[in-house]
């Protein structure tokens, strides 16, 4: 009960300090407009679809992992600023949990990349994007997995670091090769065989992969299950990580 206690307070006081800027949740989400209105109505000839509709779903399911990678990944930055007020510091002198300490900043995350994640849905519905609410919301599920997991990541990594000028350079090299290498502005499907054999290695094109066929309303699919398993062990595994590093920086 202590923990939950713990986790519901940090996480109502984090998304207080969001809704007092909420400025930073559309500007999360203007990227990813951008794509939806300017570039994806290039794919219908590029990827041989036989409607602009058949396009989007291969698309929007791509361009929503990418918001929750990228989304996760630069929460450090916020953290870092908390440690350099004292935040952080003032913390050991209180009995809360230190597992609560990332869990309510993490679930804030997760909140703030659904939110995001429905109004990109949203527009998408307008250019005949159908989905079943079932598969959306399976959908949804794994986008939360993923958003965990890369803000818990960001936050251990901001802990280690301590610094805005050591964690930009370290995000943008580890998130260039996993956007490349996921499939998620195009698919795979037609890359060459090396390319295709790194990219299994890659457990976001896994997700992409499995959120594409939730999308299609392939529920039955093992892409579907297979995502959701790989995202779930490697969420689980950011938090256990981060969390020993908040036990460490805050003792």
Do not use: C, H
């Not at 307008?126 to 949804?140: H, Q, S, W």
């Not at 795979?188 to 990219?199: C, E, N, V």
């Amino acid at each position: 009960m202590k923990f939950a206690r713990d986790t519901w307070l940090i996480f109502q006081r984090q998304t207080q300090l969001l809704l007092r800027n909420p400025v930073w949740v559309f500007v999360g989400v203007f990227q990813p407009v951008m794509y939806l209105l300017l570039f994806a109505p290039l794919l219908k000839p590029a990827l041989n679809a036989p409607t602009q509709a058949a396009a989007y779903k291969i698309f929007v399911p791509g361009l929503l992992v990418l918001l929750a990678i990228f989304g996760g990944l630069f929460q450090g930055f916020g953290l870092i600023a908390e440690l350099r007020a004292g935040v952080i510091e003032r913390s050991r002198v209180t009995p809360i949990s230190r597992l609560a300490l990332l869990l309510g900043r993490s679930l804030r995350d997760v909140v703030s990349l659904i939110v995001q994640a429905v109004i990109i849905t949203l527009l998408a519905l307008l250019f005949d994007l159908r989905v079943f609410i079932g598969d959306l919301l399976l959908a949804y599920l794994m986008l939360a997995l993923i958003a965990l997991m890369t803000s818990a990541v960001s936050y251990g990594v901001a802990l280690k670091v301590k610094s805005e000028d050591a964690l930009a350079p370290l995000m943008n090299t580890v998130a260039q090769p996993v956007l490349l290498l996921s499939g998620i502005l195009l698919p795979l499907t037609f890359a060459p065989g090396w390319l295709q054999a790194i990219a299994d290695w890659n457990p976001f094109s896994w997700a992409v992969d499995g959120t594409r066929a939730l999308f299609a309303g392939d529920l039955a699919s093992d892409k579907v299950w297979q995502g959701l398993t790989i995202t779930a062990v490697l969420a689980a595994a950011g938090v256990v990580w981060a969390a020993r590093q908040f036990a460490r920086s805050v003792r």
